[in-house]
């Protein structure tokens, strides 16, 4: 299948910093992406959803200023987490789909946020 | 919210077929059934998806009933390694921004 990087895997930072983290699609060009966010023990709860070149779809609940998206290229997607606090501290997934729309989502392997 | 209910958690024997069962009663014509799994700390990998009609690839086989209420997902010859929690999704159509909404699958144990 299609290879998705994020990076970092891990990061831990200082509350009140913020952090970013990229989605990478390696072997093809994805339109769309999406964020995830998973609590220990939970399913992947949907933040947003990322679109190359124009704004980002953020789910109901989910405050946009917080948590910023870009999606400047058919490669990249960025998720900038602002003024980070402990809560905050998660799993986050990102997800990424060939330009075509029809086919299966390709997911990243995850970056593990702690915020101390 | 997801469309699709699973059980919490599923033992299988190593060796034996794994048979996982998704009811998606209120799913829409156009509306394509989808399965993920996810290994612990990992992100979920693809396993099989479809419409109408059974699929099978190298790693599973969906068998989706007439009505297209519920599906089954079958690995034929269960390993250790796929311990993992399976995910039933029915993704939402192309045209409303074709999310995977994800429930809460079902934890499969594979035991010796």
């Known amino acids: 299948g299609a290879v998705v990087s994020q990076h970092p895997s891990r990061v831990i930072c200082k509350s009140g910093t913020s952090v970013k983290i990229e989605c990478r699609s390696l072997?093809?060009?994805?339109?769309?992406m999406f964020w995830y966010r998973q609590f220990p023990k939970q399913s992947l709860m949907l933040m947003a959803t990322s679109n190359e070149g124009s704004k980002a779809t953020y789910e109901q609940g989910v405050e946009k200023d917080k948590f910023l998206i870009n999606h400047a290229s058919l490669t990249l997607s960025t998720l900038t987490v602002t003024s980070a606090h402990p809560e905050d501290s998660s799993f986050y997934i990102c997800s990424a789909r060939d330009r075509g729309g029809f086919t299966e989502a390709f997911f990243g392997q995850g970056t593990r946020l702690t915020v101390v | 919210d997801a469309k699709t209910t699973q059980p919490t958690s599923m033992d299988c024997a190593e060796g034996r077929a794994a048979n996982l069962p998704c009811n998606h009663s209120t799913i829409s014509g156009n509306e394509y059934v989808y399965w993920y799994r996810q290994i612990h700390s990992q992100g979920p990998q693809y396993i099989i998806h479809?419409?109408?009609n059974n699929e099978t690839n190298e790693m599973a086989s969906l068998i989706i009933t007439e009505d297209r209420k519920s599906s089954t997902l079958i690995l034929p010859h269960a390993t250790l390694r796929d311990t993992a929690v399976y995910y039933c999704?029915?993704?939402?159509?192309?045209?409303?921004?074709?999310?995977?909404?994800f429930g809460q699958g079902t934890e499969l144990s594979v035991k010796p």
């Open positions: 479809g419409l109408k």
């Open positions: 072997d093809f060009q994805a339109t769309t």
């Open positions: 999704i029915v993704r939402v159509p192309q045209n409303q921004g074709g999310k995977l909404i």
